[in-house]
């Protein structure tokens, strides 16, 4: 962590330093992006930190046909080109036995036998003592043949059974909108128990999205000030340099509100807006998510209109690229309506944020990377200090960097320097200077030891759809042209001129 900011007392661990218990983890779709890119990079570091148990095992299933060999050597090159940390070649010769390939086509029932077959032959050799965590990276379509196939196989033992475990981890979307999660839990219902499901939200795995808990339970000095009686406003930016990339198929049928903030916006601002847990266990932090999640004011249609901004990328300039607009990307439709970008204010209807409002905005082929969340405090009133400058003097506010750069800031007023009263805004600033782990090594070691905390529960997915599910339906009911924006701005004018409407400006991260 940062220099000064921290001293050399190690703080109590209330999570972590459990041991990874033996077992095996089956990833589904095992040869795909996501676990090329992710998991297995995650899984490398995992090792290269002790963290995974002597007696484990990774098994991708899937269906191109691979040899354990051939699936090292793809596994490899995604640690070569993804991981944090650059592989060490004494320490892959340990890591690269752990890793099997079993072909299969999903929705064919004999494929789950022979799975489960190599999974027993696994536990003997390797003594992973029949625990499985069976991790979903597939497309929504398939988590109903994949859970039915595991079951007719007789591979999911009972939440019950407290001798070995079987967890499934389900990769967000969940589901493309209300009825459609709806239907996912209810059928994930029918072969799992709850607390066997780990739906992920890789931004929950974030050290500094973890970290705002303990920023606002941890310390004295900022819970007291965290209310309407001193907030004026906080502003939440999930910002992405990247295009749509190779995900066109998937993308364009999502757009940045099903795909951004219905899961990683809504999540962080459950965090910033919830009240304090009864305690650090898992069902105490989603309790009190869920809270606001249900305290989220409902759009109406005239609202969605004045206060959802939908946009879409046209071209530009990306770090002095020239970038496409969305439209020309490849497998994108020339006519796309797809939205990729989205501003929006909304409220949280509780007692303590009441008339506070929530300005969340996030898009592709922005300036920057760049996600951070910055709380607004009220302005001191015009008199002393402030009664003579113009323009009025600038509020606290304090800074959350989510990512590049994870820290916090704080603007304050401070005097210059010099015999005049000359007052300016001064920063606070800290940084992490250690290299976090990243998102997944968290949530997937989580999983392991059976931590459901950084998970959404159904209750907390299918409320945020409800949220969301309003705007889907106004926007569905009278489809309408996004607003185009070019590549490398920060999205369309309609977002300045948005929170404009309220007398406030979007704070350039
Ligand atoms: C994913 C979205 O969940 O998050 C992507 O599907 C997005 O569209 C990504 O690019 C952003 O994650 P990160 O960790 O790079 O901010």
């Not at 990874?20 to 899984?43: E, Q, Y």
């Not at 459609?180 to 219902?189: C, G, K, M, P, W």
């Not at 300036?367 to 001191?380: D, L, N």
């Amino acid at each position: 962590m940062a220099d000064s900011a921290r001293d050399t007392t190690e703080v109590d661990l209330l999570r972590g330093r459990q041991h990874t218990p033996p077992g095996i983890l089956v990833i589904f779709g095992g040869a795909g992006d996501l676990s090329h890119r992710k998991l297995l990079p995650a899984l490398y570091n995992l090792s290269l930190d002790g963290e995974l148990p002597a007696h484990s095992a990774i098994v991708g299933f899937s269906m191109e046909d691979l040899t354990d060999d051939a699936y090292r050597k793809f596994a490899r090159s995604g640690i070569e080109q993804f991981s944090r940390r650059p592989l060490d070649e004494d320490h892959w010769k340990k890591f690269a036995p752990l890793l099997h390939f079993v072909r299969g086509n999903f929705t064919d029932q004999s494929n789950y036998k022979a799975l489960r077959d190599r999974l027993e032959a696994i536990d003997k050799e390797a003594g992973t003592q029949g625990n499985r965590v069976f991790y979903f990276a597939v497309p929504p379509a398939f988590i109903d043949p994949c859970s039915s196939g595991l079951h007719s196989a007789g591979m999911i033992r009972p939440a019950t059974d407290a001798t070995v475990f079987t967890r499934v981890v389900v990769e967000k979307p969940v589901g493309h909108d209300l009825a459609s999660a709806r239907e996912i839990d209810e059928r994930l219902a029918r072969y799992f128990d709850e607390s066997q499901i780990f739906r992920i939200d890789h931004y929950l795995g974030k050290e500094t999205v973890e970290n705002l808990l303990v920023l606002r339970f941890a310390n004295s000095m900022f819970e007291p000030l965290w209310s309407s009686r001193f907030i004026d406003h906080v502003q939440i930016t999930v910002a992405e340099q990247e295009g749509v990339g190779t995900r066109a198929d998937y993308y364009d049928h999502a757009g940045a509100l099903r795909d951004m903030v219905q899961s990683h916006l809504l999540q962080v601002l459950c965090m910033i807006a919830m009240e304090a847990p009864r305690t650090t266990g898992a069902d105490a932090v989603r309790d009190a998510k869920l809270d606001v999640l249900r305290s989220l004011k409902p759009f109406d249609a005239d609202e969605v209109g004045r206060f959802v901004v939908r946009g879409q990328y046209g071209e530009g300039l990306v770090a002095g690229e020239k970038a496409k607009a969305y439209r020309e990307e490849e497998h994108i439709a020339p006519d796309s309506m797809t939205e990729t970008f989205v501003a929006m204010r909304c409220f949280v209807e509780n007692w303590r944020w009441a008339g506070v409002p929530f300005y969340l905005r996030t898009g592709k082929r922005l300036p920057k990377r760049a996600s951070e969340i910055a709380i607004f405090f009220k302005s001191v009133p015009r008199i002393l200090f402030n009664s003579r400058p113009r323009p009025p003097l600038e509020p606290n506010i304090l800074v959350v960097r989510i990512q590049p750069d994870e820290g916090l800031a704080l603007n304050i007023i401070s005097k210059l320097p010099g015999a005049e009263l000359r007052l300016a805004p001064v920063k606070v600033d800290f940084h992490y200077t250690t290299a976090s782990p990243e998102a997944y090594e968290t949530l997937l070691r989580d999983v392991m030891i059976g931590d459901q905390t950084l998970f959404m529960r159904r209750d907390t997915v299918e409320a945020a759809w409800q949220f969301i599910q309003n705007i889907l339906d106004v926007w569905a009911a009278a489809p309408s042209e996004p607003k185009i924006y070019s590549a490398g701005s920060w999205g369309p004018v309609e977002s300045a001129l948005m929170i404009a409407t309220d007398g406030r400006a979007w704070r350039t991260p």
